[in-house]
């Protein structure tokens, strides 16, 4: 098929679509994987059919370990290949889930959640048996047997018939399928290397009506932006923790504070009131001692003699 789609898993890219641009509808291969070709749309409608068990292909073969195609490098998981000669755009307006049909009954499914179909079978005459079957995101291959559908309220995907004899054959796109490993895309690689544990609040205005994009000018749209950190794990834990300790602190310097403050008063009182009590203790002296000295001298007892003691006081 011409392209593949990759729904992003990530939640930064939440509502985008990335696929590779390949060059070829379709391709075979032989089965040493030694030599490729690119098929015309007149082989790839001969060599489809499943009423011809054989086709002709007139389209000249390369060697497989020479070729710099994406399709092949995708095709041979080569990923250091791939990240050098693929090309990536971004489709930022896409409604999912898409499906496209590959061959023989096998459907692609790029999906942002778990899509689950119901399974409607015509096996044989006045007998329907009904089943389910499920996509995986963000790109699933699902396979209908013959006069199979599958739908649900997204998306519905219709049968194939044929009028042929039954016989059984090897099923080589199964074994393909089977070593494919459709989790080793790395398509948003990109993204996730330019906005690292960043949320995209919005796209901008200039994309919205973009049906499809490079991801290298994608992300060279998104790099003005004004993006959100999201929060490392237990943010709010460490957060509310230093805030209580803050607290603590602040309150423990205040009560210090307070309590020294307090004692620094009440050491002034304690004082004033020493001083106060010392200079009535003297005062009291002073006066007992003034009577004491009052006395009368001369032989005339007309003219008193009076007699006045010095007294010095020292307070403290």
Request: aromatic share 8%.
């Amino acid at each position: 098929m011409q392209t593949k789609y990759v729904h992003a898993k990530t939640p930064h890219t939440s509502g985008l679509v990335a696929k590779y641009q390949l060059e070829s509808q379709m391709f075979a291969v032989n089965s040493e994987r030694t030599q490729y070709v690119l098929l015309t749309a007149s082989e790839v409608e001969v060599c489809t059919n499943r009423l011809v068990k054989t086709c002709s292909i007139k389209s000249p073969l390369y060697p497989i370990n020479l070729s710099k195609l994406c399709v092949i490098a995708l095709f041979m998981q080569n990923t250091k290949l791939s990240k050098d000669v693929c090309t990536v755009n971004v489709q930022p307006t896409i409604i999912l889930p898409l499906a496209e049909y590959l061959t023989d009954g096998y459907w692609a499914v790029s999906t942002q959640n778990l899509l689950r179909f119901s399974l409607v079978c015509n096996q044989k005459k006045y007998s329907t048996s009904t089943l389910s079957i499920t996509a995986k995101p963000p790109i699933d291959i699902l396979k209908l047997n013959m006069s199979c559908s599958a739908s649900n309220e997204y998306i519905s995907l219709l049968p194939i018939y044929n009028r042929e004899s039954t016989f059984h054959i090897q099923n080589t796109f199964q074994n393909i399928n089977t070593h494919f490993n459709i989790s080793s895309l790395a398509l948003w690689k990109p993204l996730s290397i330019a906005f690292p544990n960043l949320e995209i609040p919005e796209l901008p205005p200039t994309l919205k009506d973009v049906k499809e994009i490079p991801i290298k000018k994608f992300i060279k749209e998104l790099t003005p932006l004004k993006v959100v950190d999201k929060p490392w794990p237990h943010t709010n834990s460490v957060l509310s923790i230093i805030g209580l300790i803050l607290t603590i602190s602040v309150v423990t310097y205040l009560l210090v504070r307070y309590f020294q403050i307090r004692q620094g008063k009440l050491a002034k009182k304690f004082e004033n009131d020493r001083v106060r009590a010392t200079y009535a203790a003297h005062k009291e002296m002073v006066s007992a001692e003034t009577e004491d000295g009052n006395t009368f001298a001369g032989t005339d007892d007309s003219t008193p003699a009076l007699r006045h003691n010095p007294v010095t006081l020292t307070l403290s």
